[in-house]
């Protein structure tokens, strides 16, 4: 079974500072990960993926997460934050093989960005 | 353009009513997911198609019904048998190919009344 923890209910920076959430996951299969974005009264979009190629992922708004195995996590991490990139975070598990495979979502990490 | 599209967007139910979620792809996308969110519990799956004709249970199944009489079109029924119908609902497709993960509706809300 495939299981996503996000630490961290809510995580608050300042405009300009690094904004880092975490994600770590139980897969007994090579994982592919995905983290998404919602913004209030939204669907999700996707930010990036982790599909078996590199390990570091670089996504949309700036966005980039690290796969890291031996720690089986996949945090997203940006450089920089702005006041755009307040919103809610879903990190997602999909188990890789043959097999088709649902997504399981963690529950979410809600950023908030201060002036 | 493509994508998914869920109708109506805010939507008020009465007790005892059943209503009905609309969920219109044209992605060409073979399976479709029906998502409830709530505050502070993530996303958890209603029920799942992964073709035609053919649906499963998700971890929250109880009081709601789907059908799959189209590639395009996956309509959730909130029954009055769901006790606590009002959250956000989210509907998903995906193709078959798992790398590129899910393309999402602008989702619905539910509130009853």
């Known amino acids: 079974a495939q299981s996503v923890t996000q630490l961290g209910s809510h995580v608050s920076v300042s405009e300009g500072a690094l904004v880092l959430l975490r994600c770590n996951y139980s897969s007994s299969v090579p994982p592919y990960l995905f983290w998404y974005v919602q913004y209030p009264n939204q669907g999700l979009q996707l930010l990036l993926k982790?599909?078996?190629?590199?390990?570091l992922v670089k996504g949309i708004n700036g966005f980039e997460a690290e796969f890291k195995k031996s720690e089986t996590s996949f945090h997203l991490t940006k450089p920089s934050a702005h006041m755009s990139d307040a919103a809610e975070y879903f990190c997602a598990v999909s188990e890789g093989g043959t097999s088709y495979g649902k997504l399981t979502f963690g529950q979410g990490t809600i950023l908030t960005v201060h002036p | 353009d493509g994508g998914i599209t869920q109708s109506p967007k805010y939507l008020f139910r009465k007790e005892g009513q059943n209503v009905t979620l609309s969920c219109e792809q044209n992605l060409n996308h073979d399976a479709m997911y029906w998502y409830r969110q709530d505050p502070g519990q993530g996303l958890r799956l209603i029920y799942y198609?992964?073709?035609?004709?053919?649906?499963q249970k998700g971890d929250i199944a109880e009081g709601y019904s789907v059908s799959r009489e189209k590639k395009e079109s996956f309509p959730l029924t909130v029954t009055s048998a769901q006790k606590n119908p009002t959250a956000f609902y989210l509907c998903?497709?995906?193709?078959?190919?798992?790398?590129?993960?899910?393309?999402f509706g602008s989702g619905t809300r539910l509130t009853v009344v």
């Open positions: 982790y599909t078996s190629a590199a390990t």
């Open positions: 998903a497709s995906r193709s078959g190919d798992r790398t590129y993960g899910y393309t």
């Open positions: 198609s992964q073709i035609v004709n053919d649906f």
